[in-house]
């Protein structure tokens, strides 16, 4: 059964930093690549940053610098530092492993969770 739980949202004060964690399992990690997406309330899904290798991330034009996409294979995780945290940035955090293959793209997801930026 393939999971993907996150975990490391919150209230935090704008400024300030977060580190969010995707615990996966259930599909061979190292296969997939990894991505977290957010979704601000009442608007679509975006993209905050891919991982195709542990050396090659791609971030959002929004993210600025402010976050740091990595993971941990040898217990197949993946995080989010998320510095200088602005209002703007509140938003439900999901983490997406997918790949492509002849038969279409392939994506699993988390439920999510909450960041809230807020003085």
Known sequence: QVQLVESGGGLVEPGGSLRLRCATSGFTFNDYAMSWYRRVSGEGRELVATMLSASHVNYADFVKGRFIMSKDNTKNIIYLQLNDLGPEDTAVYYCDAWK????????????????????
């Open 100 to 119: 492509n293959s002849v038969y279409g793209r392939t994506d699993y997801w988390g439920q999510g969770t909450q960041v809230t930026v807020s003085s």
